[in-house]
């Protein structure tokens, strides 16, 4: 007899990908979302592209802009090309309260902003939010 355990232990938790170069914010995120949700974090753009171009799908993107490399801008260019990853939903996290990137980033298809600093609790609401809403076709 083959025991699958309770129904509880067999729920998929989505799984997001953080991308933040600084590793105390990157570290925080990653402690208090994986309460929630599968994370995995990367430090840059670059090594963002390279975990997507290895087979790995997120159901939740969390960028952070600014970063070496490539920066959040470049990143969410190069993800909405492709027909894999142009529909993940991406929360664009930035210092900087700046029209003309959020703008572009509407471009792209950015799901939203959000301000450093910024409150963890909140974050994750709306984050649950956002995966909780039917997905937007780009």
């Not at 105390?24 to 990653?30: C, D, K």
């Not at 929630?36 to 960028?63: C, M, Q, R, Y």
């Not at 492709?82 to 471009?107: D, M, Q, W, Y």
Request: neutral net charge; contains cysteine; charged residues 30%.
């Amino acid at each position: 007899m083959i025991r699958l355990g309770n129904r509880k232990n067999m729920t998929r938790k989505n799984k997001i990908l953080v991308i933040e170069d600084h590793d105390s914010i990157r570290m925080l995120l990653s402690n208090f979302l994986s309460k929630d949700f599968d994370v995995v974090t990367k430090s840059d753009g670059f090594e963002g592209l390279a975990w997507l171009s290895s087979g790995n799908i997120p159901d939740f993107i969390l960028l952070d802009y600014d970063m070496p490399r490539i920066n959040g801008l470049e990143f969410l260019k190069n993800i909405r090309t492709s027909g894999f990853f142009h529909s993940i939903p991406v929360i664009l996290v930035t210092a900087e309260e700046n029209e003309e990137l959020k703008a572009e980033c509407r471009e792209y298809g950015i799901t939203d902003f959000l301000l450093k600093p910024f409150n963890p609790i909140k974050l994750r609401e709306k984050i649950q939010k956002v995966l909780a809403s039917p997905p937007k076709s780009i």
